[in-house]
């Protein structure tokens, strides 16, 4: 798969631009490293066909029309793409005309979104450079340097160098089939290097949710980020509490969903970031000593499903996520004279309520959440129908996985998950007997103690008088 540009980058002519390229006599920008389509391997076999008929319609209607970033990077990797972005020169309106099964969105980024079915291609036009007589509408930053707004448009060059990282700045042209590398992409892929463009300081003030970027391409591809960009990450993480708890749900769905999230949380934890994240969680573990392995162990499950193609709900990891808060909560209301119960559901709501300050959490997922921590409490209690009972529930499984999680990760001794999992594949004789066993031994974590009956009172022979 590399064999096409290897050569290209070993040739005697190949000259490589600084990261904005070489300037000329003028002062101004040479233009990018064009690599024909018989030097990379780059094919439109890779392409859905919804992303070809967009490209096509575009450049047959006279605008220029390129594939970008990480469809054309995992092209290059050798792995195959899902996703397919879209630049061109026209603008989210024009867009609009040509496509009549598209919609513009969005007010701090316009792009329209043209839908085939299930899949919906991205088109966005070309970014262009910010200047003073922009008015807000158009543009704005916050004092920090946030952008709040951008839909300055410009050249493809321009482009190009607002993109983050320099292997998203490939640029796949419908024209000829040609890559256009802007920024030392393919260098930079070739050394599985990421590397932002531009000063990275100023890119994280932009936009914050760039480090979060660079920690998931890191894991996702295997890639080591480069010094100068990753030197500021520590001192510039809390910036990421300016983001919106809504936008940092779908940050952390992608982090953590798209199977490489043991990876991916070691880390945000190295560069400060998972404590801008989730806080509570960060203390937790400083206390807990088996909150990061519970995690790791949750994370390293929903990893190994996503590579199976199971099915993966984030309800459960983010219980894992939250669980080492819960039981801290938990323990302070129960030595302060509050039942098991309902200081559960206490701590829950505490635990909840903090977390949505940083992040979103849908109640779609919040409630299965909170269903898996309550089905807790109840494992142990195995006697008389409660198992059953129990084992009917719609969210056993998940309690029951998150079970065998916690004793896996030491936060309680073995058996109670050996238990259940015999009940589950037992027949009727086998339930029966281990029913009976649980109801006369002690379950692991449950209660020993035996109702004693209560005496019948005698009446009086006398009746009433």
């Known amino acids: 798969m590399f064999k096409g540009f290897t050569r290209f980058l070993q040739s005697p002519g190949a000259h490589f631009r600084t990261l904005f390229g070489p300037q000329d006599a003028s002062g101004g920008h040479a233009g990018p490293r064009i690599i024909p389509r018989d030097q990379h391997p780059v094919s439109r076999q890779h392409f859905s066909e919804p992303a070809l008929k967009v490209l096509y319609r575009l450049h047959n209607a006279g605008f220029e029309a390129y594939l970008v970033g990480g469809c054309i990077r995992d092209s290059l990797l050798g792995k195959m793409p899902k996703d397919f972005d879209v630049a061109t020169d026209a603008t989210p309106e024009q867009v609009r005309e040509l496509f009549r099964n598209s919609r513009i969105i969005g007010r701090r980024f316009r792009i329209v979104h043209v839908r085939f079915g299930r899949e919906v291609i991205e088109v966005t036009t070309f970014r262009g450079t910010h200047g003073d007589d922009h008015d807000d509408h158009i543009a704005q930053q916050s004092e920090h340097g946030l952008l709040l707004r951008d839909n300055v448009w410009g050249s493809v060059q321009e482009d190009a160098i607002r993109r983050d990282f320099t292997v998203n700045a490939l640029y796949y042209s419908i024209a000829d089939f040609s890559i256009h590398d802007f920024a030392d992409g393919m260098r930079d892929i070739e ?33 080591h980020i480069a010094a100068d960009s990753e030197a500021p990450i520590g001192e510039l993480a809390p910036l990421l509490l300016q983001i919106p708890p809504a936008r940092l749900f779908d940050e952390v769905l992608k982090l953590f969903m798209a199977g490489y999230g043991v990876v991916t949380f070691r880390l945000l934890r190295h560069y400060g970031l998972f404590a801008m994240l989730f806080p509570e969680t960060d203390e937790a573990m400083a206390q807990q000593p088996w909150a990061e392995p519970l995690i790791e162990h949750a994370l390293a499950s929903t990893d190994k499903r996503i590579h199976e193609e199971r099915p993966v709900t984030p309800a459960f990891l983010f219980a894992a996520l939250l669980w080492g808060p819960v039981q801290r909560r938990q323990a302070a209301l129960q030595a302060d004279g509050m039942p098991p119960v309902p200081a559960l559901q206490l701590a829950s709501q505490q635990v909840l309520s903090r ?27 195995r006697r008389g129908k409660r198992a059953l009972q129990t084992r009917e529930h719609p969210r056993f499984r998940a309690a029951y996985d998150f079970l065998l999680l916690r004793e896996a990760a030491g936060e309680i001794e073995a058996g109670l998950g050996e238990w259940w999992t015999a009940y589950q594949e037992g027949d009727e004789h086998e339930q029966r007997r281990l029913l009976e066993k649980a109801g006369a031994d ?10 004693r009956p209560r005496k019948r009172r005698r009446r009086s022979s006398s009746g009433p008088s």
């Not at 932002?196 to 003030?205: F, K, N």
């Not at 992040?359 to 209690?381: E, G, T």
């Not at 002690?442 to 109702?451: E, L, Y």
């Open 355 to 381: 977390q949505l300050q940083h992040i979103s959490i849908p109640k779609r997922f919040s409630m299965p959440m909170r269903d898996i921590w309550d089905l807790q409490q109840r494992l142990p209690q």
């Open 442 to 451: 002690a379950a692991p974590g449950g209660d020993s103690r035996r109702r």
């Open 191 to 223: 050394s599985r290097t990421l590397r932002l463009i531009g000063d990275p300081a100023v890119r994280y003030r932009e936009d914050p949710v760039r480090m979060l970027r660079a920690v998931r391409f890191a894991a996702k591809l295997d890639f």
